[in-house]
């Protein structure tokens, strides 16, 4: 029904995707997202079990209001340009918005993110016969459950209500069962969080969610304080945005008065 199925498709540095899974109780996994070359390059160095080419690319990359203005030929593009860079590291493309809507549609825009050089592919909610249809083209899939970016409303913490909860649960369980290699639990009640990692088998790779999620992900323009203004729930370890700011200033005064400069 979805053509010739391919074989599984190894990652081509790091973990496969079922070594991934196996990781599950043993260690926590650490995951980033890139967008370009430079950035791909250094995280491959990093000791990172993932690297993430994450439709966030819209918001802190392109400057859009949301991500569903992310296309699928921008993640191909993203994603060649970090594939350029990881030779170490298992590599994930997000699948944008709009384009899984139906399985055979899913697995179409699937093949051409590992196409442009992903290992893996991710998608939002509880969508099992697209997963299915993915997998049994040979292609990994990541689930993510709670807050989902490409359809939500409104941006809060989900499962604060016993029935937001139990929907959670069930949507991880949902894609656990359909054959994910993890789960990402964005935006979700730490206990809640807690609970679903306890209730599937496959690594849950939490965002905002407290820590008793298997694994944690953020976005590294936020890690490395890229913009002025990072989420709350994040800590940045540099201050990307100043450095540039002090450079270019730099740069400005030596072409304006380089004797200056030299004394």
């Keep these: 029904m979805y053509g010739v199925p391919n074989p599984l498709i190894p990652a081509r540095g790091g973990l496969t995707a079922p070594e991934l899974r196996a990781t599950k109780g043993r260690r926590r996994l650490a995951m980033l997202t890139a967008y370009d070359y430079p950035t791909a390059l250094a995280l491959d160095g990093c000791e990172l079990d993932l690297i993430l080419v994450g439709d966030s690319l819209g918001e802190v990359e392109l400057g859009f209001t949301t991500t569903r203005e992310v296309n699928l030929a921008m993640i191909c593009h993203h994603v060649r340009a970090v594939r350029n860079g990881v030779t170490r590291t298992h590599l994930v493309g997000d699948l944008p918005a ?89 935006a979700v009640d730490p206990e809640v969080a807690a609970r679903v990692t306890a209730a599937v088998s496959a690594p849950t790779i939490g965002i905002a969610a407290g820590i008793g999620t298997d694994g944690q992900v953020l976005v590294s323009t936020d890690l490395i304080g890229q913009l002025p203004e990072p989420p709350r729930f994040v800590t940045p370890k540099a201050n990307v945005f100043q450095t540039v700011i002090d450079a270019g200033r730099a740069f400005a005064r030596e072409v304006r008065d380089p004797a200056e400069v030299a004394a």
């Design 98 to 186: 709009d384009t899984y809507r139906t399985p055979a549609e899913a697995v179409e825009t699937a093949r051409a993110i590992i196409a442009a050089g992903a290992d893996s592919v991710k998608l939002e909610g509880a969508l099992v016969p697209q997963v299915e249809a993915i997998i049994a083209d040979g292609i990994p899939v990541m689930g993510h459950v709670g807050l989902l970016p490409q359809t939500h409303t409104e941006r809060r913490r989900r499962g604060k209500t016993q029935e937001e909860a139990d929907q959670i649960l069930a949507d991880a369980r949902a894609l656990d069962a359909a054959g994910c290699y993890a789960v990402v639990i964005e």
